[in-house]
C-alpha cells in the first residue's frame, strides 16, 4: 500500500529511523508467512479478473484466502479504510476504494493487497490488463505500461541485493524506467519499511534522491512499489478521500514486494519463489532466510 511522501513515513535520515528499522533472525522469518499469504490472496484476484466482474467481487476474493489462511486484511486495519485490497482502473494509480464499478476488456486493473499473520504484515502489488480484440493498440500500449513497472520493481530488488545504502534503489528503478521510453513515476507517493507494522521507516523512493538513506545490512525490511504513469506525475483525491488518480488523465500501473535482508543475501518475501525466477536475469540470486 503506497505511503505519502513524508506524511505517514519518518525521514530516512533520521536518528530514531538508524536505531530501530533493522529487525532480529526471528523477526525476519516471522515475515515469511503473511507474505506468502499476500501472494496467494493476488493469485486468486489474478485469475478473476476478467470482463464483468466488479471490484468489490475482487476484494472479497481477496479477503476469503487470507481469512482462510488463518490471516486478517491489514488493509482494513487502517484507520479510515475497511477493504481488503486497493483497487485502481486505468487513470487511478493507487488507493483505490473496490465498488460495484464492473471491469471491462481492455482496463489496466491495479490491486494492492496485505495480509497480518501472528503479528506480521505482508504488502504486495500487481497490474493486470484485460484482454480486448477490438483494442489490441490500447492494450499493447498498456501492457507495456505495465511491463516497465514491474522490471523496474525487479531492478530495484536487485539493486537491493547489492546497495551499501537504501536510496540506491529508487535511483535504479528510475535509470531502468528512463531507458525505456518517456513515462512519469510518482514522487508523492513512495514504499516504506514493513515489519510489526504495515508502514514503517524508512522510506523507499522509487527515484533518485540526494540523500544515500539508511544502511543496507541484516534485519532491513522493506516494501518497494513503483508507481508509473504514461503521462505526468501531478496527481488528485477524489471525493472518496482515497482514489488517486493521474491530474492529466493517463493511464498509471503499480507493482510492488516485500523484501528482507539478510545475513546470507536477500528474500522477496511475497514471491512464491522469493525472487528467483524475475532476478535471474538481473545476476541476483535469493537467499532463503536461515
Known amino acids: 500500500m503506497g505511503s505519502p511522501h513524508a506524511a505517514s513515513v519518518p ?32 493469485d486468486a484476484v489474478r485469475e478473476s479478473i476478467a470482463p464483468g466482474i466488479t471490484t468489490l467481487e475482487l476484494d472479497q476474493i481477496a479477503e476469503s484466502v487470507i481469512r482462510q489462511g488463518g490471516g486478517e486484511p491489514n488493509f482494513a486495519l487502517v484507520p479510515g479504510y475497511r477493504h481488503t485490497i486497493c483497487s485502481s482502473v486505468n487513470d487511478e494509480v493507487v488507493h483505490g476504494i473496490p465498488t460495484g464499478r464492473v471491469l471491462e476488456a481492455g482496463d ?3 490491486i494492492d493487497c496485505g495480509a497480518l499473520l501472528d503479528g506480521w504484515n505482508g504488502d504486495s502489488a500487481i497490474t493486470v490488463v484485460i484482454p480486448d480484440p477490438a483494442r489490441p493498440e490500447l492494450v499493447a500500449e498498456r501492457q507495456r505500461l505495465s511491463d516497465v513497472t514491474e522490471r523496474s520493481l525487479w531492478h530495484g530488488i536487485a539493486a537491493l541485493a547489492r546497495a551499501k545504502h537504501l536510496n540506491e534503489v529508487g535511483a535504479a528503478i528510475e535509470d531502468y ?35 544515500k538513506g539508511p ?45 528482507v535482508v539478510h ?12 525472487g528467483a525466477a524475475a532476478l535471474k536475469p538481473l545476476g541476483v540470486t535469493p537467499v532463503p532466510i536461515p
Open 108 to 110: 489496466i486493473v491495479s
Open 11 to 42: 525521514s530516512p535520515s533520521n536518528s530514531v529511523v538508524r536505531k530501530n528499522i533493522y529487525k532480529s533472525p526471528k523477526d525476519l522469518k516471522g515475515m515469511l508467512a503473511p507474505g506468502i499469504l499476500t501472494a496467494r490472496a493476488l
Open 177 to 211: 524506467i528512463d531507458s525505456q521510453g518517456t513515462f512519469g513515476i510518482l514522487e508523492d507517493y513512495v514504499g516504506h519499511g514493513i515489519g510489526r507494522s504495515m508502514h514503517e521507516a524508512p522510506t523507499v523512493f522509487n527515484y533518485a534522491v540526494r540523500d
Open 215 to 259: 544502511a543496507v545490512k541484516p534485519g532491513l525490511c522493506v516494501a518497494i512499489e513503483p508507481m508509473v504513469t504514461l503521462g505526468g506525475i501531478d496527481t488528485f483525491v477524489h471525493d472518496d478521500e482515497w482514489t488517486i488518480s493521474t491530474e492529466d488523465g493517463t493511464d498509471a500501473a503499480h507493482w510492488e514486494h516485500s523484501v
Open 263 to 274: 545475513a546470507e543475501g536477500i528474500w522477496v518475501t511475497t514471491a512464491h519463489d522469493g
